[in-house]
């Protein structure tokens, strides 16, 4: 079988690209190949970088990602109220259709029979080997702690979302769409067909509409009964790492964060804005967590051009004010 690596990107997130690549040679090596799902058209820099790399590829052919954004239309306009509130935020049609562009994966023409997905502002930090040693008997891997927060998978306001999936299938199969293993050929035609059907019933209803690519894909997954192996569950607790940014206690040991005494697989950058990245490399002292190590990676092969900074660093998205806390206080009685 062909094992592979997909992320998604364009040139606004080029930075993060570049970094992502270059830990993917250093921590799990340069034979493996890369796939870059174009976002949208907005991909010449995206080219350039490419071009560097003998075994990433970029996938930027619109057929092939056509069929996945026509399930995406078919499936939020099962939705009670989504296109409606994305026209009223001036937002035509699918909120970040693009970002559904992952689901081509899936396509029994896409190029890698067991891959591993990765959002374009993640680093690998150690070897991925335990996700693809997984996916020859499991068909969806995923290592992450999403299943303590539901609320950003579902609706979890919906009368119906117990009766569709129970609790107790909730808090151990849903996962963060930023990162997972899996196979070709998951959802054929006709599996995609049902789905919508079902939505169609009510099911829609349960979709949250702010993040709808990772509320779909959950969907997809349950509501088709595909087993879900969460490494966060099967790793011995000494082995088991967080992944998200948000995480403070990460310890920096070289080129890799570690987790008490254990190395993290990924780390991912959920949260940080694409404008932190780019203020940052074009030479403003902002800071956001584990910037440093994000640097290490962006200009690991270009160190010359690796901004010098002066002065203290200033949080890139700074707290409220004391009025705009008291606004948002009074917007909300």
Same mark, same amino acid.
């Given at each position: 079988m062909t094992n592979g690596i997909y992320t998604l990107a364009n040139d606004v997130v080029y930075d993060q690209l570049v970094?992502? @690549?270059?830990?993917?040679?250093? /921590?799990?090596?340069? /034979?493996?190949?890369?796939?870059?799902?174009?976002?949208?058209?907005?991909?010449? $820099?995206?080219?350039?970088?490419?071009?560097?790399y003998p075994s990433v590829? @970029?996938?930027?052919d619109p057929a092939l990602y056509a069929p996945w954004e026509e399930f995406s239309y078919k499936v939020w306009e099962t939705h009670p109220t989504a296109l409606q509130?994305? =026209? =009223?935020?001036?937002?035509q049609g699918v909120n970040r259709l693009g970002? /559904? $562009?992952?689901?081509a994966a899936f396509d029994q023409a896409s190029p890698f029979e067991r891959f591993i997905y990765l959002d374009g502002d993640t680093l690998v930090?150690? !070897?991925?080997?335990?996700?693809?040693?997984?996916?020859?008997?499991?068909?969806?891997?995923v290592y992450d702690f999403q299943y303590k927060d539901p609320s950003h998978i579902y609706n979890v306001a919906s009368s119906k979302l117990e009766t569709i999936f129970p609790p107790e299938r909730v808090g151990q199969e849903i996962f963060c769409a930023g990162f997972y293993g899996g196979q070709r050929g998951l959802f054929p035609p006709s599996q995609r067909e049902f789905l919508v059907e079902q939505l169609a019933t009510g099911d829609a209803d349960v979709l949250y509409t702010s993040a709808p690519n990772q509320s779909v894909l959950n969907y997809m997954v349950m509501k088709s009964q595909i087993p879900v192996r969460n490494?966060?569950?099967?790793?011995?607790? /000494?082995?088991?790492?967080?992944? =998200?940014?948000? !995480?403070?206690?990460?310890?920096?040991r070289g080129a890799c964060l570690y987790d008490n005494e254990a190395p993290l697989m990924y780390l991912h950058y959920i949260g940080v804005s694409s404008k932190c990245f780019q203020r940052l490399c074009s030479g403003e002292n902002i800071d956001f967590p584990y910037r440093d190590i994000f640097l290490h990676y962006r200009y690991l092969k270009t160190p010359e051009e690796r901004p010098v900074y002066k002065g203290r660093p200033e949080p890139c998205q700074k707290?409220?004010?004391r009025?705009? $806390?008291?606004?948002?206080?009074?917007?909300l009685k």
């Open positions: 970094a992502l @690549l270059n830990s993917i040679e250093v /921590n799990v090596g340069t /034979n493996i190949p890369v796939a870059v799902i174009a976002y949208d058209d907005r991909i010449e $820099r995206v080219k350039q970088l490419v071009s560097q590829t @970029l996938l930027e509130q994305w =026209a =009223a935020k001036g937002i970002m /559904n $562009r992952r689901y930090l150690s !070897s991925l080997d335990r996700v693809f040693d997984q996916l020859q008997t499991h068909p969806l891997v490494l966060a569950f099967e790793l011995p607790e /000494n082995e088991r790492t967080g992944n =998200a940014v948000s !995480s403070t206690h990460f310890q920096r707290p409220p004010t009025w705009q $806390r008291l606004r948002q206080k009074i917007s």
